[in-house]
């Protein structure tokens, strides 16, 4: 692996041990589990596995992708593949994980994991809440997107459209708890903030 492929792991694992690490401050300090995928009544399953899987295998795969890639001739970053992209992607990888630290860490307290009717925290509006109503989800978008292009690798490849899908679902999930837990004012905070940018 190159130097640039070994920063953008670097990332992957900084941003997973940041998100992990904030998670257990706000989960300390609230005196209550953030961890809601297995709460209320929406189902979650298939968002929260796909996040498990993505994040998990995002902390191992670009080594034994890199291994799976030089055997298939795809996914190699020299110069027929693109290894101008290695650079761009770093940069990418290294905003997004950044962002979505950063737009966790804004929220305080009301950061959870999943939806649970019930359980939601106060509407955070401020920051980079105003510009966009998923940050987080954004951020680890920009993440895995920019990793696929330092790690140009099939495996990498599957863990950005796992990451992709399992937003979109949990999006839609959070949605509807978010209008019933918090009504007009999120309706109005709707109305003002895109979903993602």
Known sequence: MSGVELAAYAVMWAYVLGFLALTAIVSKASGQSVWLFSAGRERQAVPATLFRVAFVLGLIVPPAGKWVAAAGHWGTTDAATGKFLELPGLVLSTIGAAFALYAQFHMGRSWRIGAAEGRSGA???????????????????MLFGGTLLALPTIPQALLLLAVLVAIRMQVGIEERVLSKDLGEAYAAYKSRVRRWL
């Open 123 to 141: 509407i955070v509006d401020d920051g980079p809440f105003a510009i966009s109503r998923n940050p987080v989800f954004v951020g680890q978008a």
